[in-house]
């Protein structure tokens, strides 16, 4: 089986068709495709648990109806999806699950009718009972152990007795449930259980490392509780140097995996000479013979074994970092796409809040821009824009040679006025003195017809004489030519300050829009 099937592709329509994203992620998280979730699906619906107007309890449930599937691959990887949530979405997401009188009923889940699902259901059930086991960790202590503080300043560090001796159990408890997964090299044959594999390898470091440190607080302590608090931490003690056994047999299958040996901690057990001071201490407490090392001899094996719990400590701090660091440059290249996508619309949206900006405008974001240009496109829809104003012809045109009609002089130095015809010619920057006919009838402008000769008792009348006067002319009325400078950057600020705070709000929807379809892809 591999692809997305037809039921799937059905339903991400409907949950397209109904507006629900979540669900649509969701679905398509946890098709029936033998691999893992894909990881732009986890990473919106981990956004989305960070989100206040969604509702958790929506996403927990629509992954819950996952799980109810027939097919081991989709209830595999809905819990997968889960864990992964518990793991790296808002603590809200925990929270409400915790806050659940149930998780998964999956103790009799088998898939009979599929490749692989007698031994994936089997897997399934195991990793079910780890994750109701890692919620109802949190709803007893209110904390996740794989997220807390850890350090000699750390949360198990510096926990009270009382406390610690309460806290311990839980944390044996979650981690039994986590190393009861047993799965051997030769069962991680597909995507979706190393996927989940993967998961727990990441817990159980997290965890045992919380475990650890809380066995150092205990073991430094030991000395100085009382005979019921030494009986438990004992026994606590014992506990631990058996989970630690069964950890590293977890960690041979991690590393015959493939998982990089950096990523895999090195587990330095304390000496057993350990135990025997622990025994010897509590029986003299119970009142019993024996023979109790002295101080010196006590002190000294305590602080032997602090130290080699302490290395185990530090070499479990090696995968967070390295997790982190990996966090930070998928962080940082997430940044660096969404900054570039919002600059490509950015520059749509100013190109099309500003279509008249001249190719030459002043700004270092379009000097580095290609500005569309404006004499071509829509505007070569017009003829040339260089409107013409049609005004009397020159007066060698003119010359009526009427019948007996005698020709006016004025004078020995008397030249004839023609009027050359007037084009625009507008300048960008300093408007130059530009000609207009006067007549003592009319004014002609753009588009005008000179006016016709006319009939007065049918005798031709001749069309008076144009007057030239010379005046400065304003800015041209075309619309289409270049404006200045000075007046582009004045309206190029205006539009921006009347789109500013809308264009904040339009990035953010198209982002998330353009989330939403990569989501969908």
Not at 60 to 71: G, M, Q
Not at 227 to 250: G, H, P, V, W
Request: hydrophobic residues 40%; glycine residues 4%.
């Amino acid at each position: 089986m591999s692809g997305q099937s037809i039921t799937d592709r059905i339903t991400a329509a409907q949950h397209s068709m109904t507006g629900s994203a979540i669900s649509k992620a969701v679905c398509k998280a946890t098709t029936h495709e033998v691999s893992g979730p894909k990881k732009k699906h986890l990473d919106y619906l981990i956004h989305c648990t960070n989100e206040m107007n969604v509702s958790i309890p929506q996403l927990a449930d629509t992954l819950f109806e996952r799980t109810a599937n027939s097919s081991w691959v989709v209830v595999f990887k809905a819990l997968i999806t889960t864990h992964h949530l518990m793991m790296y979405g808002n603590e809200r997401f925990i929270q409400y699950l915790a806050s659940r009188n149930t998780l998964f009923n999956l103790n009799n889940f088998l898939d009979k009718g599929a490749l692989q699902g007698y031994d994936m259901s089997t897997f399934i059930r195991r990793y079910s009972r780890y994750l109701n086991e890692k919620a109802m960790s949190y709803r007893l202590v209110a904390v996740d152990f794989t997220k807390m503080k850890r350090g000699i300043d750390g949360v198990m560090r510096t926990m009270n007795t009382e406390k610690l001796i309460k806290t311990l159990p839980i944390i044996q408890n979650q981690l039994d449930a986590l190393l009861d997964f047993q799965a051997n090299p030769n069962e991680l044959t597909n995507g979706v259980i190393n996927s989940a594999f993967m998961l727990l390898f990441k817990d159980s470091i997290r965890l045992f490392a919380a475990y650890n440190e809380g066995v150092i607080n205990l073991l430094e302590k030991y000395f100085d509780m009382k005979k019921n608090q030494c009986k438990d931490a004992l026994d606590i003690y014992k506990k631990f140097l058996y989970r630690m056994t069964k950890l590293s047999e977890f960690l041979k299958v991690a590393e015959q995996v493939g998982i990089d040996q950096g990523d895999i901690p090195d587990l330095s057990q304390a000496p057993s000479s350990l135990l025997e001071a622990l025994e010897q201490h509590l029986a003299s407490l119970e009142g019993k013979k024996t023979k109790e090392l002295n101080a010196d001899a006590r002190a000294s094996t305590l602080s032997s074994a602090v130290s080699s719990l302490s290395s185990t400590g530090m070499s479990f701090s090696r995968m967070d970092e390295k997790e982190k660091q990996q966090a930070l440059e998928e962080e940082q290249a997430r940044l660096h796409a969404l900054k570039v996508t919002g600059f490509t619309i950015y520059v749509r949206l100013v190109k099309y809040l500003c279509p008249c900006l001249h190719p030459t405008f002043p700004s270092p974001i379009f000097s580095r821009l290609s500005v569309p240009n404006l004499n071509s496109d829509l505007f070569d829809l017009q003829p040339a824009f260089i409107p013409a104003v049609q005004s009397t012809p020159s007066i060698s045109n003119m010359q009526w040679n009427q019948p007996g009609e005698k020709k006016l002089t004025g004078g020995q130095n008397w030249q004839n006025k023609t009027m050359s015809t007037t084009q625009w010619s507008p300048a960008p920057m300093a408007p130059a003195p530009m000609a207009f006919p006067m007549t003592t009838s009319q004014v002609p402008v753009y588009g005008m017809v000179p006016p016709q000769m006319g009939q007065m008792g049918g005798v031709p009348v001749m069309a008076p004489q144009p007057m030239i006067y010379n005046q400065p002319v304003l800015r041209p009325t075309n619309p289409f030519a270049p404006m200045p400078g000075a007046q582009v950057a004045f309206l190029f600020f205006c539009l921006v300050q009347l789109k500013l705070f809308s264009f904040s709000i339009f990035m953010r929807g198209i982002l998330h829009t353009l989330l939403l379809d990569n989501i969908g892809k």
